[in-house]
């Protein structure tokens, strides 16, 4: 009798016929891909009115300093990589920029890693809320016969992930 029974299993199991006993369910499956980076400019580096002969310097603290926003994955390290102007112009006039400063911070705006912009690439982390602010400062240095007149000038940045 039980070769009766495991035999009507097995032929029950080979031709498909379902048993009382089965349960089936389902669960729904999703994934979300994230864009890698992004970045925006936040604000440009703004010296305002400067006098000739008078060396003006904004630092990175400061409201007037250059920023960026880039957005990634959380805890991934990127590098920073900076192309900045040594003067500024004004049709044929130019205006001496340099001594840039840079910080970078993640999550808490108080906090912050300073940094030395320049072409090689200076590394950072996404903070836990996917974002990191880039901040620039730097010095112009006008002559005492500087030529009036709004100077400008990019300061570009190139984000490696």
Do not use: K, N
Not at 96 to 108: I, Q
């Amino acid at each position: 009798m039980l070769v009766r029974v495991a035999w009507l299993f097995c032929l029950a199991w080979l031709c498909g016929i379902p048993l009382a006993a089965q349960r089936a369910g389902s669960i729904g499956v999703a994934a979300v891909v994230q864009e890698p980076i992004a970045g925006t400019v936040l604000h440009a580096l703004a010296f305002s009115v400067v006098a000739p002969g008078a060396a003006v310097t904004v630092a990175t603290a400061s409201p007037s300093a250059g920023a960026f926003a880039v957005f990634g994955v959380t805890g991934h390290s990127v590098g920073l990589v900076f192309a900045l102007p040594t003067e500024l112009s004004l049709g044929v006039d130019s205006l001496s920029v340099g001594a840039w400063t840079g910080r970078w911070r993640a999550d808490d705006p108080r906090a912050g890693t300073t940094f030395t912009p320049s072409d090689a690439a200076t590394p950072a982390v996404i903070g836990a809320e996917g974002s990191l602010v880039v901040l620039l400062g730097a010095t112009v240095s006008p002559g005492a016969s500087q030529p009036p007149g709004t100077y400008t000038g990019v300061a570009a940045l190139t984000i490696l992930y």
